[in-house]
């Protein structure tokens, strides 16, 4: 009797290893924003919304997104996205069309899984650069970070984000903002209300269950092979 649990014990022991290592294997990845990669490379990389700029880092996707014409049924989302290197972070930044009010803007950074699968946002760094423009909607006495999984440009951005509010010193360095509530997600759009420098966002890739059904009939097959020899 004790031999049977002592080998169903270590089959067991050898499943819950297996599970282990593969959930050591979903590392957290940061986007870094790094010179030698951050640039638009059509063998890398694709932007799903437009033909903007993107690239590749640490198995996901980075697309610069720019939408134009925001609140109205002509919006869209422009080719023209592109990024604002500055010392490996991202000098992410809006504008507004001076001749055309109508012409209402929003810039930012859409993140997509390479394979497509499923990650968590954990956190990013975050800068206030200036604060003399708001987009429409929102005021320069207080930012916001904005975050969503989706975002529909013929609707006012007011109300389909996720709002973090960083205040409007600009003199402040870099902080980071932990993140909660965006799990289990295949793309994220991550924008802000003023001028904001962004680095280091740190996601993480969700495993699939496949995979670790996988591992689980691995070890059980390991298991009863143990107990036939014994």
């Known amino acids: 009797m004790f031999k049977k649990l002592k080998t169903t014990g270590i ?5 819950l290893a297996m599970l282990l290592v593969g959930s050591a294997e979903a590392k957290a990845a940061t986007i870094t924003f790094d ?10 990389c694709s932007s799903p919304l437009t033909k903007a700029e ?10 610069a997104f720019s939408t134009r014409k925001i609140g109205t049924n002509e919006a869209f989302f422009s080719e023209t996205g592109h990024f604002h290197a500055r010392n490996s972070y991202e000098a992410q930044h809006f504008s507004s069309d001076s001749e055309d009010p109508t012409n209402l803007r929003l810039l930012g950074v859409f993140i997509t899984s ?13 800068q206030l650069r200036n604060n003399e423009r708001a987009i429409d909607g929102y005021t320069t006495d207080d930012t916001k970070i904005l975050i ?3 975002f529909d440009p013929t609707m ?3 109300g389909q984000f996720t709002e973090y509010s960083i205040g409007n010193d600009i003199s402040s360095p870099f902080k980071t903002l932990s993140i909660e509530g965006f799990e289990n997600i295949t793309q ?6 003023g001028d904001v420098n962004f680095d280091n966002i740190n996601l ?4 699939e269950p496949t995979s670790i059904l996988a591992l689980l009939a691995l070890g059980t097959f390991g298991s009863a092979s143990i107990l036939k020899r014994k």
């Open 54 to 63: 993107c690239f590749m880092e640490k198995g996901f996707n980075v697309a």
């Open 156 to 158: 006012p951005v007011l």
């Open 148 to 150: 969503s999984t989706t």
């Open 35 to 44: 010179a030698e990669i951050y640039t638009s490379d059509v063998n890398t």
């Open 188 to 193: 994220i759009f991550i924008s802000s209300s």
């Open 204 to 207: 993480t890739p969700v495993p």
């Open 11 to 15: 089959g067991c022991f050898a499943t």
């Open 114 to 126: 390479k394979n497509g699968g499923e990650f968590n946002l954990e956190s990013l760094d975050y």
